[in-house]
């Protein structure tokens, strides 16, 4: 059973470009929730999404963006990337309303971001 | 709001020592408390919860006991490996509006042989 699949894994962008991050849920999760987790420091919350809608985001500005297709799956997408967004970007999947209560909230490796 | 502060890192200790990883928290009530562990590499794994006060989360040998009195919820290890190397994360999770979690900065720890 494939858990979270994340894509790239590594990724070198420079300064004002556009990225886009990928992730495939686990089977059967229907929510997909992105964290940034710079060097040293624990993840941060960006934001959820739930049947193609964003759910809550965090204290993040609107150069992040996402979308989540009808099989689950989800994009993150950065705009005029700064030297600060880099880091590693996490993608989270879980059944809605059993998630983060320890029922099946599951991590992807992630992708590093680095931002020159 | 609601927070984790963790001990600063990093951890070095030799094989089979004692480990204590310190966490504290605040937050409204008394929420679900977790840690996660994330090895090189890897994504973020759960590694134990407790859901109530004096609850004690236990797996893989580490153990962590809620404990409301003093907001903590500390992790130890009464022999680590080498193969426990990897960072450390305390962690709380919010439930309003879309369920999240607040992440401790992290521990990284490291066994040596």
């Known amino acids: 059973d494939a858990g979270v699949t994340q894509s790239p894994t590594h990724l070198i962008k420079t300064r004002g470009q556009q990225v886009t991050l990928r992730c495939s849920p686990k089977s059967g999760h229907d929510t997909v929730s992105w964290y940034q987790q710079a060097l040293g420091q624990g993840p941060q919350f960006i934001f959820q999404y739930y049947e193609e809608e964003e759910r809550q985001r965090g204290n993040f500005p609107d150069r992040f963006s996402g979308h989540q297709f009808p099989n689950y799956s989800s994009e993150l997408n950065v705009n005029a990337l700064l030297l600060g967004d880099s880091a590693l970007y996490l993608c989270a999947s879980s059944l809605l309303d059993r998630g983060v209560l320890g029922y099946g909230y599951t991590f992807g490796s992630g992708t590093r971001l680095t931002v020159v | 709001g609601n927070s984790v502060t963790q001990m600063e890192g990093p951890v070095t200790l030799s094989e089979e020592a004692f480990l204590t990883i310190n966490c504290t928290y605040t937050?409204?009530?008394?929420?679900?408390l977790f840690w996660y562990v994330q090895y090189p590499g890897e994504g973020l794994q759960l590694l134990l919860k407790?859901?109530?006060?004096?609850d004690k989360g236990s797996n893989k040998g580490f153990e962590a006991t809620y404990r409301k009195e003093t907001t903590s919820f500390h992790l130890e290890k009464g022999s680590v490996q080498v193969s426990d190397s990897a960072v450390y994360f305390c962690a709380l999770p919010i439930i309003q509006g879309a369920q999240k979690l607040v992440f401790g900065q992290g521990t990284r720890l490291t066994i040596n042989p």
């Open positions: 937050a409204t009530g008394y929420p679900s």
């Open positions: 407790a859901t109530k006060a004096d």
